[in-house]
């Protein structure tokens, strides 16, 4: 069955292109079964990038922490190891100074011939950030990431030298910088405090999200769409939303499977086997938002299971998506028609369930978009349901 059957009464982004995101894993320990070491397994990390690309995932994020594998570094080999998969490299402003960072990126774009996105992690956690020595207050993080952005994109686009000083960096004479291969490299940042928002409404050109109920997100969206706005900007920061399905053949047994997940989740985290945890009440509002929204109930809207977020005290994205493949794509093409333009899926069995994805989510996805394109009617991936906010859309 069909509804709404004009493209005109149809969300602005329900027929437009959408991307969709993975992270790529460097070893096959999950938080489901964990693995004692934490090195990198080359033939597993093959492996994985093939089958994001054979998947039809379009990016892949490679995060970074104080114990994890450095980001540049991974993102450089993904490259090389795809021919179309956009590498995001996860940066930490404390980590690296602007003007190298720059090189770094520009360095990873021209390798890639125009792939490179970075993503911008001001900070959530004073433990975490104390681990490589810094100490900025948490109330300053997101001014050095502003500054950040602006002498990244000057690196990239000034034809002489230039010169800064601000209150985090400052330099005499630099550049001009080693150049992107065509454009300037896409910024992106995340972050659900009030200078979050600010930053990203003002200089970013994505904003992403934790998966949260569409209500929520929708009120977030137009938010930092606002802000865009009333900065003077002609256009708006494209929309990353985060989720991690759960799916089987029927939507009882993923519903089965994911009370089983959760309840190894828990397990995993109580022993800290995975990785290094701070079970204390988290810092950034991100957590804060993903725990209270557990706290309230357990599933909102078509398909969004907040018990996941709860069993690692809302570290990370971690709320899932639970049911048959197509019960997860009609949930992911209402935050679409919300106006998600990127949409990261990755799951708790990592490498099996992105392959699973790529089989059975993507295309039913990109199916609906494509009916609306030729149509311009939702097609039966969207029959009504109680929990979508039908018609309501980004302008």
Same mark, same amino acid.
Do not use: C, M
């Given at each position: 069955m069909t509804a709404d059957p004009v493209l005109a009464e149809l969300p602005a982004t329900a027929s437009g292109d959408v991307e969709f995101i993975s992270?790529?894993?460097?070893?096959?320990?999950?938080?489901?079964?964990?693995?004692?070491?934490?090195?990198?397994?080359?033939?597993?990390v093959r492996r994985y990038v093939r089958a994001l690309e054979d998947g039809g995932f379009d990016l892949t994020l490679l995060p970074y922490g104080s114990n994890t594998p450095d980001s540049f570094v991974l993102a450089s080999a993904v490259g090389q190891l795809s021919e179309r998969i956009k590498p995001i490299v996860a940066v930490r402003p404390n980590t690296v100074f602007p003007t190298v960072a720059a090189q770094q990126l520009a360095t990873l774009d021209q390798l890639t011939e125009g792939r490179a996105v970075v993503h911008l992690i001001s900070g959530g956690s004073d433990a975490e950030q104390a681990r490589q020595g810094d100490y900025l207050p948490k109330s300053e993080r997101?001014?050095?990431?502003?500054?950040?952005?602006?002498?990244? $994109?000057?690196?990239?686009?000034?034809?002489?030298?230039?010169?800064?000083?601000?209150?985090?960096?400052?330099?005499?004479?630099?550049?001009?910088?080693?150049?992107p291969y065509a454009a300037p490299i896409p910024i992106s940042i995340g972050g659900q405090s009030d200078a979050a928002f600010d930053i990203g409404g003002t200089t970013a050109d994505i904003f992403s999200f934790w998966g949260e109920p569409l209500a929520d997100i929708k009120s977030q969206i137009e938010r930092i769409d606002a802000i865009a706005a009333a900065s003077g900007r002609l256009d708006r920061?494209?929309?990353? *939303?985060?989720?991690?399905?759960?799916?089987? $053949?029927?939507?009882?047994?993923?519903?089965?499977?994911?009370?089983?997940? *959760?309840?190894?989740?828990?397990?995993?985290?109580?022993?800290?086997?995975?990785?290094? $945890?701070?079970?204390?009440?988290?810092?950034?509002?991100?957590?804060?938002?993903?725990?209270?929204?557990?706290?309230?109930?357990?599933?909102?809207? $078509?398909?969004?299971?907040?018990?996941?977020?709860?069993?690692?005290?809302?570290?990370?994205?971690?709320?899932?998506?639970?049911?048959?493949?197509?019960?997860?794509?009609?949930?992911? *093409?209402?935050?679409?028609?919300?106006?998600?333009?990127? *949409?990261?899926?990755?799951?708790?069995?990592t490498l099996n369930d992105a392959i699973d994805y790529g089989r059975y989510v993507l295309p039913l996805v990109r199916q609906e978009l494509a009916h609306r394109r030729a149509t311009g009617q939702r097609g039966r991936l969207q029959a009504d349901h109680p929990g979508a906010l039908a018609g309501v859309g980004r302008p």
């Open positions: 992270l790529t894993h460097t070893n096959a320990s999950t938080e489901l079964a964990p693995v004692s070491g934490r090195g990198i397994d080359l033939a597993y997101y001014a050095r990431t502003a500054e950040f952005i602006e002498i990244l $994109r000057r690196s990239w686009t000034e034809t002489e030298p230039f010169s800064h000083e601000g209150a985090h960096y400052r330099f005499d004479g630099f550049g001009p910088g080693f150049p920061p494209r929309i990353w *939303v985060t989720f991690r399905p759960i799916i089987d $053949r029927t939507d009882e047994l993923a519903w089965a499977k994911a009370h089983t997940y *959760v309840e190894r989740i828990t397990q995993t985290f109580q022993a800290g086997s995975h990785r290094r $945890r701070d079970k204390n009440a988290p810092q950034n509002v991100g957590s804060q938002r993903s725990l209270e929204f557990a706290r309230r109930q357990e599933i909102y809207d $078509r398909a969004l299971w907040t018990r996941t977020a709860a069993a690692t005290n809302g570290q990370g994205a971690s709320t899932a998506l639970v049911g048959t493949p197509e019960t997860v794509a009609a949930a992911i *093409v209402d935050y679409i028609d919300l106006g998600a333009s990127l *949409v990261s899926i990755r799951g708790y069995d």
